[in-house]
């Protein structure tokens, strides 16, 4: 069954970074874009990055982009996220997730995205 497991949360403080990972098993890696997403206390579920199947094409919500950085091994079957220049804004529980349709364009909506991971925790300080 697909599977995906995130790891590599944990706390930082303001300026630092953390890299997540997200192993997947259970389908053809290599046939599909993935996605991670972020969850914040009382907010909506919100668009993090994006990276199509091979890596060449990346895709960034505003608020992360030129701090965020995507990418993915596929022979290790393993998406990753390093997050640099943390602010405490970026605290929230990050998911990753697999794109159900993996077309030529970049999407962002979480209906998008038909398996997720359990999630990871991200806290940063001031």
């Known amino acids: 069954q697909v599977q995906l497991v995130e790891s590599g949360g944990g706390s930082a403080q303001a300026g630092g970074s953390l890299r997540l990972s997200c192993a997947a098993s259970?389908?053809?890696?290599?046939?599909?874009?993935m996605g991670w997403f972020r969850q914040a206390p009382g907010k909506e579920r919100e668009f993090v990055a994006a990276?199509?199947?091979?890596?060449?094409?990346?895709y960034y919500a505003d608020a992360v982009k030129g701090r965020f950085t995507i990418s993915r091994d596929n022979p290790k079957r393993t998406v990753y996220l390093q997050m640099n220049s943390l602010k405490p804004d970026d605290t929230a529980v990050y998911y990753c997730?697999?794109?159900?349709?993996?077309?030529?364009?970049?999407?962002?909506?979480?209906?998008?995205?038909?398996?997720w991971g359990q999630g990871t925790q991200v806290t940063v300080s001031s």
């Open positions: 997730a697999r794109d159900w349709k993996s077309g030529i364009t970049m999407r962002t909506k979480d209906v998008d995205y038909d398996y």
């Open positions: 990276i199509n199947w091979s890596g060449s094409s990346t």
């Open positions: 259970g389908f053809t890696f290599t046939s599909y874009t």
